[in-house]
């Protein structure tokens, strides 16, 4: 058996398996509660696990592998940034949105305000960010099945030449997610999202025991065939290959390089905690004590994973060698997957062992991809139907039942217009709109989160003025930025309407989005309403009145 | 039913017990998040700033860079268990306490709880 039937047959199981699971979901779904929260029946370590599952991408297996293969250190940067981010989901969110909220961000932020204003806000908000990290992941995931099956230009597979091939992946993928959210909706998901999260660490445990074996245990002599395979010595341990570059004579493009740094360092540690796919998983457990240990489990999970990757990226990097990974993609996203091929050469014995290894972490990473995309279209259909649908536009005045049919019919819906969208994008570098979703989620989100949490004189209009303060500033200033024109690796490379230096937003629209929500509270003529902040307050704090 | 009177969150909230219990949340997890997010800071800073420093070799191929990542790394584990150790021991009991107090129906009065002839 060739390697690719190997992943086609192991990814097939995966699929069949979480199939099974979602419908057996499905038997079990039957209130709004079940469709959203999944009867918020789950235990702290389910719920961690499924946490990992929703948050470890394939950004973060094989991105940061990959960046830490071709780039050293700086891919490093990456894994702390996303790691350390919960400690703000531990400390200032995780607990008091799960006593005050039912199954959205919303619930939070227009707990004490006009209902309308700020759940079309959050609502636009979740989508947004929603839709583009979906983009990014379905984008790449098109990009990979190329790579992971081994479809060369020209050649043809099933019929298909590399192209037809990364279509119907999108498609294959949208399709998959849809079917598990709309079938299984948050029981479903949170399973998919488990079973993921095991199979992406049992993954990653065996390759990083296998690339420590390789160097008998000894981290700095890996780390020392690392740097020299790299050709660039000692730099290669050092940050600096990637981000905040120094270019020799232009110092003020030596200073957007290292403000663009900080910028990426803000966002990715405040963006998590107002990413609204896992804000919404807090929901799943059954009282605040839960929600704690949820967030505990997954950092964790999520630290020791993130631990794991230097292992793999400098692993690639010694073992598969800079030369090899670029030839297969220069983004080095396959720099995991050629790893794996190396080690099962090395340790299970010759071509077929390697096949074997590469055939086995190629379906993870397929599985790593689902899991996420399941749980972002989860997200934004559930903003739609509850915050648009059922608060919006029927006052609150609809039934359970057509409240979760039309969250079913907006997660087709939202799987649809993605793949479309991903259909369109898949020839454009869109790999920013991760660290873009992360830029929104910390500008707009984290702010209108916080003010509501602990802020007793936030109004309605500082709420609304946080977010689309936040949201907009983060899209105009990545609109007129160096990846999406006037640079080669720009989503546009021809065109050039670029004004702003930095690639990541973070440093200015995230002040700004706090700086709204502080002047849209002080300009607002309607005062905050005391009677509902001592009520949120109660509530997020002893849990009475908790759903 | 006094149950829903208007007032009645802002009586509990108002109670010193509960008054105590935002004091004690807020005493641990702002300080700690201003902690962590300039450590976590410095670390960016020194990254794009203070390469040399972060280059140093301290012992094979061992840096201070990957040392001060290693670091990040053992306090976040560290805090996260800071606080959840200081949560169950300072913040659950008086949570749990004051909410079956709300749910026996205490603070639904119109007045003050009655004093209890000793």
Redesign the interface.
Known sequence: MSARTLTIVLFVVFVLFTLAITIWASRQTKTATDFYAGGRSFSGFSNGMAIGGDYMSAASFLGIAGIIALSGYDGFLYSIGFLVAWLVALLLVAELLRNSGKYTMADVLAFRMRQTPVRVAASISTIVVSIFYLLAQMVGAGALVALLLGIKPGAHFLGMDADTAKIATIIFIGILMIVYVTVGGMKGTTYVQIVKAFLLMVGAAVMTLLVLAAFKFNLSGLLGEAAAKSGKGAAFLEPGLRYGKEVAGDAAQTFYNKMDLLSLGIALVLGTAGLPHILIRFYTVPNSKAARKSVLWAIGIIGTFYLMTLALGFGAAALVGSEAITAQDKGGNTAAPQLAQVLGEKFLGGANGGAAMLAIIAAVAFATILAVVAGLTLASSSSLAHDIYASVIRKGQVSEGSEVRVARISAFAIGAVAIVLAIFAQSLNVAFLVALAFAVAASGNLPAILYSLFWKRFTTAGATAAIYGGLITAVVLVFFSPVVSGSPTAMFPSSDWHWFPLSNPGIISIPVGFLCGWLGTILSREPADPQKYAELEVRSLTGVGAH | MSTDA??R??R??DNPE?AG??RA??R??FP??IA??SW??L???L???A?DF??T?L?????V??VF??L??VT??L??WL??RY?DRKL?PV?ED??AR??AGEFDADEQPKEVVA
Do not use: H, W
């Not at chain 2, 012992?59 to 840096?63: A, D, P, R, S, V």
């Open positions: 208007p007032d969150y802002e509990i909230a509960f219990l935002r949340l807020r641990f997890v700690m998040t962590f997010f976590y800071a670390y960016v800073i990254s794009a700033y390469r972060m280059g070799v012992f094979g191929n061992i840096n860079a990957l990542g290693l990040q790394f976040t584990f805090i996260a606080y959840a949560a659950d949570a004051l909410n709300i749910q």
